[in-house]
């Protein structure tokens, strides 16, 4: 491992810049069920969950309906991945830390369709591992996970988040909770859930991160 220091990524809103795909693969689902509210990208931005559940209770779908919306919304997902891209600068950021830290992404989505998405993208070289559906538990669960297989201080570990969900998990396994607001969530919401840092750039996040790492 390099060093003694870990940057836990989330994959959505943080790698990829997904938030507008995933609101077609929603609206899909919901005329493929016959709902006839539509989301919208701002539906995302206060969402307690970033998880489509959570968006189906967030346009007021009825509870049995949910299960459908969710199924036929990750099926389109699924063979529409190559059509996501990642966010400008992503891959000079993978670069730069993987010189620092040991990369990991943990996601709520499918490791089956982000291992596949990496190779595509050409980052995939940058990870030592995916923690996501298949991998049981939370992301706090993942978070302890990693810390334990790892055996490093939960301190050590720094977990990059776009979502109040991403922050409170990373404080449940009481690692480093960093916010990023290019991704989904705004500032303000971000800063709800008492992250130990939030970051609007990328160059920023990097800068942070060399310093704080060089002194760990």
């Not at 990208?41 to 049995?64: G, N, W």
């Not at 990496?118 to 995916?130: A, D, H, M, P, S």
């Not at 919401?189 to 060089?214: G, R």
Request: hydrophobic letters at 40%; proline letters at 3%.
């Amino acid at each position: 491992m390099i060093g003694q220091a870990v940057v836990a990524f989330d994959y959505d809103g943080v790698l990829l810049d997904s938030a507008e795909h995933n609101i077609k693969a929603a609206c899909y689902a919901c005329e493929q069920i016959k709902y006839s509210k539509l989301p919208c990208v701002t539906d995302l931005q206060y969402l307690p969950t970033m998880s489509f559940e959570a968006l189906a209770h967030q346009i007021k779908m009825p509870k049995h309906l949910h299960k459908d919306f969710v199924y036929k919304t990750m099926a389109y997902l699924d063979n529409t991945t190559d059509k996501v891209d990642l966010f400008a600068g992503i891959e000079q950021t993978l670069k730069r830390l993987s010189k620092i830290a040991t990369l990991v992404i943990i996601t709520a989505n499918h490791e089956s369709v982000v291992k596949p998405t990496l190779n595509r993208k050409g980052i995939n070289k940058y990870f030592t591992q995916v923690l996501g559906e298949e991998t049981a538990g939370n992301k706090a669960d993942k978070l302890k996970k990693l810390q334990k297989d790892m055996s490093i201080n939960a301190n050590s570990i720094f977990m990059i988040g776009d979502a109040t969900s991403d922050i409170k998990h990373a404080l449940q396994a009481d690692v480093q909770a960093i916010g990023v607001t290019w991704g989904y969530q705004p500032f303000n919401h971000l800063k709800s859930a008492n992250p130990h840092h939030i970051f609007n750039t990328q160059e920023a996040l990097v800068d942070f991160l060399n310093k704080t790492i060089a002194i760990t």
